[in-house]
């Protein structure tokens, strides 16, 4: 696998490339990561290598999963070019973007 789910407390960290290959275990991974957790969770993402419509599309299902969780997901240090891409298709208001990297 090219990306890595790494979680200590309530933060998440995903580094690496989501690629089509890996999106679903990526999203298996990332939904794993937010078992036994409550309250506010963060998944940070200064380590993603990658900006793609895969891993905006692997950022929305885990967003769903933590909603139908009661989990308030915060997404934190997201890649410039993944916020772009974000941006221009009207989902930057819908994911949970607390701050940016690069």
Known sequence: MSFRVQREGPRVQLSGTVEHASAVAAREALVRALD???????????????????????????????????????????????????????LDSILPIESLSG
Do not use: N
Not at 57 to 68: F, I, Q
Not at 71 to 77: I, P, T
């Open 36 to 90: 036994g957790l409550s309250g506010e969770v963060v998944l940070e993402l200064s380590g993603l290598e990658s900006a793609s419509s895969v891993s905006i599309s692997v950022l929305l299902r885990v967003m769903a999963e933590a909603d139908r969780r009661k989990l308030e997901l915060r997404l934190e240090s997201m890649p410039r070019r993944l916020f772009e891409m974000a941006r221009v298709s009207g």
